[in-house]
């Protein structure tokens, strides 16, 4: 049973370009939250997607948006980059039916923007 | 979501047992506790999570006294591997779609031979 899957590990991209970051909920899992971890702090939480909506949302700019597919994986856009969202990606999910509490991490994505 | 104060670091040795504790001075009814691991450039990972008294699962413990106010996480005989960041999180875990977490920044665990 694959767990939570990132791509690309790593991304290198240039500030004002776009990148797209995608996500693999752990099978079963239907809810997929992103967070953004700079440098020697804690994950902040960006938004949350269940059944193809965005329910909840992180004190984020509008340059960060995402998507939520049928098969429930997501993805995460941030247009206009700035070099303050070098940082690691992080993607969660969980199963919202039967009240599941745990969130199941995936490995991240390193975005770095010079 | 009711914020939280940990130890910004914490150093032990092999085999020794490890208390972190973890001050959430204001917990609301509803809100559970949940402590996550994290290696570097890894997602965290669950630990434990409890609502009052003690949990025990097969990696840890968490203790919580009856006034909910702190919590300690337990680590028995720690090992070279359970170098990491430690988050204690405190929440309303069970309200729908409402499940972000709030990170602090954490435990900085160093276990040394």
């Known amino acids: 049973d694959a767990g939570v899957t990132q791509s690309p590990t790593h991304l290198i991209k240039t500030r004002g370009q776009q990148v797209t970051l995608r996500c693999s909920p752990k099978?079963?899992?239907?809810?997929v939250s992103w967070y953004q971890q700079a440098l020697g702090q804690g994950p902040q939480f960006i938004f949350q997607?269940?059944?193809?909506?965005?329910?909840q949302r992180g004190n984020f700019p509008d340059r960060f948006s995402g998507h939520q597919f049928p098969n429930y994986s997501s993805e995460l856009n941030v247009n206009a980059l700035l070099l303050g969202d070098s940082a690691l990606y992080l993607c969660?999910?969980?199963?919202?039916?039967?009240?599941?509490?745990?969130?199941?991490f995936g490995p991240g994505t390193r975005l770095t923007v010079t | 979501l009711a914020k939280t104060t940990q130890p910004i670091s914490m150093d032990s040795y092999e085999g020794q047992e490890v208390n972190i504790t973890c001050s959430h001075n204001n917990i609301a009814t509803n809100d559970y506790i949940t402590w996550y691991q994290q290696f570097p450039s890894q997602g965290p990972r669950f630990i434990i999570q409890g609502y009052k008294t003690k949990v025990t699962n097969e990696v840890a413990s968490l203790f919580i006294p009856a006034d909910r106010k702190s919590s300690t996480l337990s680590l028995p005989r720690v090992s070279l591997s359970d170098t990491a960041v430690y988050y204690c999180?405190?929440?309303?875990?069970?309200?729908?779609?409402?499940?972000?977490?709030?990170f602090g920044t954490g435990t900085l665990l160093a276990v040394q031979p």
């Open positions: 997607y269940y059944e193809e909506e965005e329910r």
């Open positions: 099978s079963g899992h239907d809810t």
């Open positions: 969660a999910s969980r199963r919202i039916a039967g009240g599941s509490y745990e969130q199941y």
């Open positions: 999180l405190v929440g309303d875990m069970w309200s729908g779609a409402t499940n972000k977490l709030i």
